[in-house]
């Protein structure tokens, strides 16, 4: 069975810092593009980052770019997301999911993936 499993979410005040990891297990990551998406109460689940199988290619959403900091451990089947300079509004379930690439170099985090985790929750607080 193909499984993700994210972890490292807390809660945090203003400004801090977390990394968050999603690790799989029934399959390797290395064939797979990996992207990180959030989902806040009452709102749509957006996309905040992926990384390319090569780890050559990340991309970053607007709302988190120069905060946000993702990368992969394709020996212990992981991937990581830093998330730094923490705001309020990132206060959400952060989910990972999975795509099979056959592009080494490719990633887009706006597109339908096949494995989701079941999310690790944010809170960014005073």
């Known amino acids: 069975q193909l499984q993700l499993v994210e972890s490292g979410g807390g809660l945090v005040q203003p400004g801090g810092s977390l990394r968050l990891s999603c690790t799989a297990s029934?399959?390797?990551?290395?064939?797979?593009?990996i992207g990180w998406f959030r989902q806040a109460p009452g709102k749509e689940r957006e996309g905040v980052s992926c990384?390319?199988?090569?780890?050559?290619?990340?991309k970053y959403a607007d709302s988190v770019q120069g905060r946000f900091t993702i990368s992969r451990d394709n020996a212990k089947n992981t991937v990581y997301l830093k998330i730094s300079s923490l705001k309020p509004e990132d206060t959400a379930v952060y989910y990972c999911?999975?795509?099979?690439?056959?592009?080494?170099?490719?990633?887009?985090?706006?597109?339908?993936?096949?494995?989701w985790g079941l999310g690790t929750q944010v809170t960014v607080s005073s």
């Open positions: 990384i390319s199988r090569s780890s050559s290619t990340t």
């Open positions: 999911a999975a795509k099979p690439s056959p592009l080494p170099n490719f990633c887009v985090y706006t597109d339908n993936y096949d494995v």
């Open positions: 029934g399959f390797t990551l290395d064939y797979y593009r």
